[in-house]
């Protein structure tokens, strides 16, 4: 089980560990956006005790997601039906976070332009375009 508040530096390091991934705060200090290929796939509450992070889920995830963990909510301020609001309580393992981040940053770089997704392949060194 991830503590109840993971330190900030800790998640942004994953996520920042992320192909081509980038993190700023365009809604002010208490907002840290990430990115990638220029579009949100997280944007931590970082002023929320606990630790709040909103993350893109498929619509198909999303509800079975909602009804067997508590802490996951339908998005704060985003569309509620393709984003999750994860509140960081200590009642979410580890394992299903992180991975719930690598879902996010995979559905908005699925939804790239394919010269991004080529981009994306170059950077991490992958040569040729399979996108």
């Known amino acids: 089980m991830l ?3 993971p ?3 800790d998640l942004r390091s994953y996520c920042l560990g992320l192909p081509g991934a980038t993190a700023e705060f365009p809604f002010g200090p208490e907002t840290l956006v990430f990115k ?6 997280a944007l931590v509450l970082s ?3 606990p630790l709040e992070i909103n993350l893109k889920c498929d619509p198909l995830r999303a509800d079975p997601l909602r009804s067997c963990f508590p802490a996951i909510t339908p998005g704060y301020h985003m569309n509620k039906r ?3 609001t994860v509140t960081i309580d200590g009642t979410i393992p580890e394992e ?5 981040i690598d879902d996010s940053y995979r559905l908005v770089v699925a939804g790239l332009s394919r010269a991004k997704r ?3 392949a170059l950077d991490e060194g992958r040569h040729g375009c399979d996108c």
Do not use: T
């Not at 990638?36 to 796939?41: A, D, L, Q, S």
């Not at 299903?96 to 719930?100: A, G, H, N, P, T």
């Open 118 to 120: 080529c981009q994306l």
């Open 47 to 49: 002023q929320q005790l």
């Open 7 to 9: 330190l900030p530096a």
């Open 82 to 84: 393709h984003w999750n």
């Open 36 to 41: 990638v290929g220029g579009k949100i796939f």
């Open 96 to 100: 299903v976070f992180f991975s719930l």
């Open 3 to 5: 503590p109840s508040r």
